[in-house]
């Protein structure tokens, strides 16, 4: 069914319930069709630019720091502020925006929480309509879940600050069409969560606040900057009410953090260390570079060269300019075994003290259970301090092209390759299956780390490498292990789960999306025509 909202020119293929009239009112409705109308055309032509830019790298060119905006990285600015409910971020935690996670990481011991359009979230429309409800009734704090065994969950007192992270320039919403094409889900996100909630935030000593994912270059943050000033102009609010903060988690984005910053400076806080997608960016921008091919995804740690120096030059590039540099994701999630657990609080420990050490603000977790241990690590390096923004890395040498782009050491197994395989096929069954956020093998994984899986193979293959025990890396080795991984995956989760749920149609799209000889860009794209 479609329909077209009156006086607007959107249409609608979903019929309007009760969840839909309480999220798309007439007036909410109107302010998204302003900023499709206004946004999508130059949206396009950031997307289509991503493409040329893409195609020069593919044809042998290297990323690198752009001559034409030196005098932006040369000269001295700051960015506009940080409001006071945001000076303090050392742990966050993430999550998609379902009503039990919703209030349960809100109530956890962190100061911030990431609620998720984008990554952990599988964008079906009942979850991108409910997670506009959960989120409103988070900020007017009447937020509460009943589960079935009758166990309440309702808000603590002094919850955790909220930041919503929209959807990326290049993922559509599909059920609301404008002039025949599905508009930008990002646009779609942000309109209905600044629309509804930007008056009790204000009114809670907060503010709208955003989370930018997948940025690619300085002209995507203006672009935010303009939808952020128009927003701020329709509703007679002073610059800069709107804070973003941008995760640099694509290879392009490292070379552009300067002027990121500068043409976003009325509203951006700060920029993320988006570690697991920035891995993936490596491998796909990269991805006709023999000499740059990554080995198993379990070796391509922080303390990896390539990625030391993403991480300091993160830091000394927003100190600099008096914006937060956050730390990256810790994905494990705590084992009911007590060894086990201490050796994941462990190797939690040990990668956020890199992170502190380094001169990080904050840190990502994706379990509350983690919450704990994170905070005693910066609560330790900060002493007194709510940030390390004192840490400007003065004496560090500079961070070159070269050392960004270095090829990373390790082997590449048979092992490691196995596990890829089981991993995003049980990652892609979730996410058609409209669950974006899963625990497995200890890991809460989501689309970020599905892609380093898949792509990693799908590079091995067009690149002809081997393993390290000599055994060539074919699309016919690849459809065998996914033939043998299967039947693992069908004794791990039992006949009953593995013949309930989609797991051979995500095999299907896990073998085109790795033996087809273009590499496709998401595979959320591909996923999205197989959700409802």
Not at 11 to 25: I, S
Not at 326 to 350: T, W, Y
Not at 389 to 403: G, K
Request: glycine fraction near 6%; proline fraction near 4%; charge should be negative.
């Amino acid at each position: 069914m479609t329909q077209q909202m009156v006086g607007t020119e959107l249409t609608f293929t979903q019929a309007f319930g009760a969840a839909e009239r309480q999220v798309l009112t007439d007036d909410a409705v109107e302010f998204l069709t302003e900023l499709v109308s206004k946004f999508t055309p130059q949206r396009n032509k950031l997307l289509a630019a991503r493409s040329a830019w893409q195609a020069d790298i593919d044809r042998g060119a290297l990323p690198g720091f752009i001559s034409e905006t030196s005098s932006i990285r040369e000269s001295e600015w700051v960015i506009r502020g940080i409001p006071a409910d945001l000076r303090d971020r050392r742990v966050e935690i993430t999550g998609p925006v379902e009503r039990k996670m919703v209030i349960n990481a809100l109530n956890a011991n962190v100061k911030v929480f990431m609620a998720d359009f984008e990554d952990s979230l599988a964008p079906s429309w009942e979850k991108v309509i409910d997670g506009q409800i959960n989120l409103h009734d988070a900020v007017n704090g009447t937020i509460s879940y009943t589960n079935e065994a009758g166990k309440i969950y309702q808000l603590k007192p002094n919850p955790a600050v909220l930041i919503a992270r929209v959807r990326g320039l290049h993922l559509p919403e599909k059920h609301v069409q404008w002039h025949g094409e599905a508009i930008p889900g990002g646009l779609f996100d942000f309109a209905l969560y600044f629309f509804h909630n930007y008056r009790q935030l204000l009114a809670n000593g907060s503010g709208p606040y955003f989370y930018l994912p997948k940025t690619q270059s300085w002209q995507e943050a203006a672009w935010w900057s303009e939808v952020f000033s128009f927003a701020e102009d329709r509703f007679a609010l002073p610059r800069g009410t709107i804070k973003a903060t941008v995760l640099i988690e694509t290879l392009p984005a490292v070379f552009q953090m300067d002027e990121i910053l500068y043409h976003l400076r009325d509203h951006i806080v700060g920029l993320n260390c988006g570690r697991w997608d920035y891995i993936f960016s490596y491998i796909k921008t990269l991805k006709n570079h023999g000499d740059r091919v990554l080995p198993d995804r379990q070796s391509v740690t922080m303390n990896k060269p390539f990625l030391s120096a993403y991480s300091r030059l993160l830091i000394k590039t927003c100190h600099r300019r008096g914006a937060f540099a956050m730390g990256g994701m810790a994905a494990f999630i705590p084992s009911k075994e007590a060894e086990q657990n201490a050796v994941v609080l462990d190797k939690v420990r040990a990668d956020k003290q890199l992170e502190a050490d380094n001169g990080h603000d904050g840190t990502w977790v994706a379990h509350p259970g983690l919450a704990d241990t994170v905070m005693e690590v910066f609560n330790h390096a900060l002493g007194e301090r709510q940030n390390q923004l004192a840490v400007l890395r003065e004496n560090d040498a500079p961070i070159t092209a070269e050392q960004l782009l270095e090829p990373c050491e390790g082997e590449r197994t048979a092992a490691g390759m196995r596990a890829n395989i089981r991993v995003a096929v049980q990652y892609i069954e979730a996410w058609i299956s409209g669950n974006g956020c899963v625990p497995i093998y200890g890991l809460m994984e989501d689309a970020a780390t599905a892609e380093i899986s898949r792509t990693s193979i799908w590079q091995w293959i067009h690149h002809e490498k081997s393993l390290s025990d000599g055994l060539p890396v074919t699309k016919a080795l690849f459809c065998q292990m996914l033939k043998e991984e299967m039947s693992v995956i069908r004794d791990e989760v039992g006949e009953t789960r593995f013949n309930a749920g989609r797991y051979q149609e995500a095999a299907r799209l896990m073998e085109r999306i790795t033996t087809q000889d273009e590499l496709i860009d998401f595979l959320t794209l591909p996923g999205y025509e197989l959700l409802a």
